[in-house]
C-alpha cells in the first residue's frame, strides 16, 4: 500500500504484476453472467417503478388542500395583484402576521 497516489501502480501495471500473473486468469461463467446481467436489469426496472409509484403518492398526498392554501396567502400578501411578491409586500404581510420588527 502506498500513501502517495503518485507512488501507487498503475492498473496496468497491477494486472501485470508477478503475483496477480500467478494467480492465473478466472474463467468467466458466461451464463451466470447474463444471469447477473439480466437480474440488475430486473432490479432497476423495480426501482424505477417503485420511484415513480412513489414519488405518484406524494404528489396525491401534497395534493390541492396545501396549494390552495399557498395560493390564499400568496393572493393576500400580492396586493397589487401583479402576480409577484415584492420585498416590501413580504415585509408588509410579515408585519402584518407577526407585528412590528423593531416593537
Ligand atoms: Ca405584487
Known amino acids: 500500500m502506498q500513501k502517495e ?3 501507487r501502480l498503475s492498473a496496468q501495471e ?8 500467478q494467480q492465473g ?3 468467466i461463467d458466461l451464463f451466470a453472467q447474463e444471469d447477473c ?3 440488475m436489469q430486473s432490479f432497476y426496472a423495480e426501482y424505477k417503478m417503485q420511484e415513480a409509484v412513489i414519488t405518484y403518492i406524494v ?11 399557498q395560493k390564499k396567502i400568496f393572493t393576500q ?6 402576480g409577484q411578491l415584492t420585498r416590501d409586500e ?8 407577526y407585528g412590528d420588527l423593531a416593537e
Open 14 to 21: 497491477a494486472i501485470y504484476d508477478p503475483w496477480i500473473c
Open 90 to 97: 413580504l415585509l408588509k404581510g410579515y408585519r402584518e402576521f
Open 59 to 69: 404528489q396525491q398526498l401534497i395534493g390541492s388542500n396545501e396549494t390552495e392554501d
Open 25 to 27: 486468469v478466472p474463467e
Open 5 to 7: 497516489p503518485e507512488d
Open 77 to 82: 400578501l400580492d396586493d397589487d395583484n401583479d
Open 37 to 39: 446481467f439480466e437480474n
